[in-house]
């Protein structure tokens, strides 16, 4: 398809587990973010990939998070030792230009 | 850093009447400003954007946003809402120059009554 495409769209751990979840921007977008969407927030930044290099992971929540994207398209986001405050929407988007992102329609995760 | 205040979480307003979502930023440098629109069940896109120039910058669908440094805002506005403009609306800012990630307001949820 011609947009970023995330899976899985739900999904539920249990606390402790690990989880991956997946993102494969638009062919040729060199840059490629991941935003936390808490219930009634805004997006929070997490990290930014420029082709393979992690530029900035400032906003990862903690040690447990961990994203990489080897090859320069796909990347992926694992969390470790899930929390319940882990619960949220975490969304992928890539871009060309500054500033002007494409979205994927996001993961929800529930962490019971 | 910069930051993003959306004061109205939600503003319910009457179909083809008049809409202003307030949008105020902070930042020490100069800066380009988005809004971004989720509809139901969909994903962000980008509404529109101010980069440089005129202040003013209007969307395919009539919204338009002014840039205000003075006044450090980019309310979006539209003079005559239809009910499919129902969605949440973001504010988004990063600084003109170098990488900066995107920084996101709370957003401002948008009810359009017929």
């Known amino acids: 398809g011609a947009g970023v495409s995330q899976s899985p769209r739900y999904k539920v751990a249990k606390r402790g587990q690990d989880v991956a979840l997946r993102c494969d921007p638009i062919?040729?977008?060199?840059?490629l973010f991941w935003y936390q969407q808490a219930l009634g927030q805004g997006p929070e930044f997490l990290t930014y990939?420029?082709?393979?290099?992690?530029?900035?992971k400032s906003g990862l929540p903690s040690d447990r998070f961990f994203a990489e994207r080897p090859e320069g398209s796909v990347s992926t986001l694992k969390i470790q030792r899930t929390q319940q405050e882990d619960s949220a929407v975490y969304l992928c988007?890539?871009?060309?230009?500054?500033?002007?992102?494409?979205f994927g329609e996001g993961s929800r995760l529930t962490v019971l | 850093a910069q930051s993003v205040t959306q004061l109205d979480s939600q503003v319910p307003v009457f179909e083809e009447a008049p809409v202003e979502l307030r949008c105020n930023y902070s930042?020490?440098?100069?800066?380009?400003l988005f809004w971004y629109v989720q509809y139901p069940n969909q994903g962000l896109q980008l509404l529109l954007k101010y980069l440089s120039g005129s202040t003013l910058v209007e969307s395919i669908n009539g919204f338009e946003a002014e840039f205000n440094k003075s006044q450090t805002s980019f309310h979006l506005r539209k003079p005559s809402v239809h009910i499919s403009d129902t969605a949440e609306y973001f504010c988004?800012?990063?600084?003109?120059?170098?990488?900066?990630?995107?920084?996101f307001g709370t957003g401002t949820k948008l009810q359009v009554i017929p």
């Open positions: 990939f420029q082709n393979e290099a992690q530029l900035d």
């Open positions: 062919s040729g977008h060199v840059s």
């Open positions: 930042s020490s440098v100069s800066v380009y």
């Open positions: 988007a890539s871009s060309l230009e500054k500033g002007e992102l494409f």
């Open positions: 988004a800012v990063t600084p003109s120059g170098g990488y900066q990630k995107v920084t």
